[in-house]
């Protein structure tokens, strides 16, 4: 028994069988769930590389997994990751059973996470990069119907081609480099290659715009889970090059990371501050909280413990906030189609289209609105207590970059004050009903329920969430 | 050794042809079988860093991938991708056919005159005694390119891309030779191939 058996080659095997069993669906989402459910509670609970008794017998899960003269390997400081991994499947699979996504989203979603844990584990880690490449690949039939293409999608299976090339060569001259003496040129060669590399893979600025096309054309929930899993384990491979090169994190990259972070937030504030489209607002949101990462990542010159920690706490928020506005935004794009049949899924979320849309719909329309809140670092919500450290950090270090960033999270709140406001201004008077199903409502309210939790209570989930510092045990130190 | 640097040399002028070919003509079933000889290509150059059992894995994945592409293109209706769109207010880049052709035909001729003239840095920065490998990928690396840009439907963008992946397995066999990344880039090719296929045929309606 191995790691890789557990966590990728069973859940990928599990999608595997369950593409099979597409006219039973909610048998899918049952199995899903209870997979996903699964492997959390094993990664919690059970000791990797150490003996485990069951009865008389006693086995050991080895820790790592040879292929092809390459090894994947988990140590027990990587559990916590594939607990929030695997915990985060059970949410979205969740969801996903409301939000009338493609009927694949559980196979491929298991799948998707098959690989991305594959690339947290493989050895070399800059092998990681075409892993994550496969997974943007197997995301495509979330992202699209078959016989239509989409562009955003197009443009992001380009991005991903075009980017993790650059991501295999700097590997190639970073070896390299611990052979030969640094020089200045070579160093500037090298992290001209990985910014690019990652630039291209996470979707930086100007490289962004396949992330609000995506939810042009797509379903708002599907895009949502792919916008929250790709950037992450990207952003995580980037840590990985740190922890293994820390020579790397030198002032002037901090300097650009900076930079780039608070271009991405101001940016992507501005565009949310002016959106008339409720799919792409997502979008703008995404782009901010690419930039925060890279702020938190910038931090890691001064304080990496501290830098870390805001990464990580950084992940549960806007996996929350992303999947609840994205699971409303489903409900009430299928509304929207289901009232006008000739309605094209792009239009459908337009302001024209949901003016007055909460004295319908009022449950998806509060919990979007708590969602897009939170993300913008509203008082008492999910995204409020990390906001404020991060700003609180980074202050620090310039008052310039915090007042920057506040100004970003001022345009996306401006942009939910809008989307209130249109939600609420309806033409004529009219009696206020709800027509969400009952477990639609249901999931949204318990998802604004632990928006507010999370917010209120930030101290019952930091500690989880800062554990997974362990991953990169020199950074962490 | 000569017969080895001949067999390379005409791998090179092969995938400089072909990646050209892949810009000017429009009917996928030529397309797709300029695609197949480029793979032959890239399998000569490749197996000029890898040993031929390894290097062979480019040129099945690229095959598979080049079938399944085939499958998807003939199950689309008679209108599938032969001709460049047509605009309501046709532009000089895309008024007609012919132009359209030349015009990607110069400029894929100026790529390759890059690719010259960044050879003898590009040796140097791979560390490779073998300008004629480094040529080849250069090449496809920088067609793939202009392709792409040159390219808004999917199937288009498919064959950019998997000609600029080819290009990038050239260059990268150089410098790393890997059982892995062989396999996963054989995995993207072929991932890219379904992918692309998913979003260009639509499903048949389910009867009763």
Known sequence: ?477 | MIAQEMLVAAAAGLVGVTATALLVLWTWRWRLIVLAAQYVGVFFLVQASWPTSLALTKLIAGWIAVIVLWLASSALPAAGPKKPRRFSQPTWLTADVFPGAVLRFLSSLMVIAAAISILPQATTWLGSQDDLTVFGGLVLVGLGVLHLGMSARPFGICLALLTFSSGFEVLYAVVETSAMVAGLQAAINLGLALAISYMLIEPAEESG
């Open chain 1, 1 to 477: 028994m191995n790691v890789a058996l557990i966590w990728m080659f069973f859940p990928a095997a599990c999608g595997a069988v369950l593409l099979f069993l597409q006219r039973q669906q909610r048998l899918v989402y049952i199995v899903g769930i209870v997979v996903a459910l699964s492997l959390s509670l094993l990664a919690w609970q059970l000791p990797i590389g150490e003996p485990i008794s069951l009865g008389s017998a006693e086995f050991v899960i080895e820790d790592s997994f040879t292929i092809l003269g390459r090894s994947f390997v988990l140590q027990s400081n990587d559990r916590f990751y594939l607990v929030l991994l695997y915990q985060g499947l059970v949410f979205w699979f969740g969801g996903a059973a409301l939000a009338r996504v493609n009927r694949l989203f559980v196979p491929l979603g298991l799948g998707m996470v098959a690989l991305l844990t594959a690339s947290l584990s493989v050895e070399p880690f800059l092998y990681a990069a075409p892993l994550l490449a496969l997974t943007a690949l197997v995301s495509v039939p979330l992202l699209s119907q078959p016989g239509k293409p989409n562009r955003g999608v197009l443009r992001l299976i380009s991005f991903i081609f075009l980017g993790f090339p650059f991501i295999l060569f700097s590997g190639w001259l970073l070896q390299g480099l611990e052979t030969a003496p640094q020089d200045a040129s070579s160093l500037l060669e090298i992290n001209v290659i990985i910014g690019l590399g990652f630039a291209l893979l996470l979707g930086i600025f100007p490289f962004h715009t396949w992330i609000s096309m995506l939810l042009l054309e797509g379903n708002p929930f599907a895009v949502a889970f792919v916008l929250y899993e790709l950037p992450v384990a990207v952003s995580i491979l980037g840590l990985s090059f740190i922890e293994r090169y820390p020579w790397l994190i030198t002032g002037e990259l901090s300097t650009v990371l900076q930079f780039v972070g608070v271009l991405m937030v101001v940016l992507g504030g501005v565009w949310a501050g002016f959106q008339r489209h409720l799919g792409r607002m997502i979008g703008q949101a995404v782009i901010m909280e690419t930039g925060f990462s890279l702020l938190a990542i910038s931090l890691l010159g001064s304080n990496s413990q501290q830098a870390l920690s805001l990464f990580f706490t950084l992940i549960l928020p806007r996996g929350l906030s992303l999947g609840i506005w994205g699971l409303a935004l489903s409900v009430l794009q299928n509304a929207m189609q289901g009232e006008n049949k000739e309605l094209p899924p792009e239009q459908a979320l337009n302001y024209r289209h949901v003016q007055g849309i909460a004295q319908r719909y009022p449950v998806a329309s509060a919990a979007l609105l708590l969602a897009h809140f939170s993300l913008a670092g509203f008082p008492l919500l999910a995204g409020f207590p990390v906001r404020l450290a991060l700003l609180d950090a980074l202050s620090d270090e310039s008052i310039s970059i915090g007042l920057a960033c506040l100004f970003g999270l001022a345009g996306l709140m401006a942009g939910g004050i809008r989307t209130l406001a249109v939600f609420i201004s309806a033409e004529g008077v009219l009696a206020w009903e709800s027509l969400e199903t009952i477990p639609q409502r249901l999931l949204l309210v318990l998802g604004a329920a632990m928006l507010i939790l999370v917010g209120l209570f930030p101290q019952w989930f930091t500690p989880f969430l800062v554990q997974m510092m362990a991953i990169f045990p020199n950074l962490s130190r």
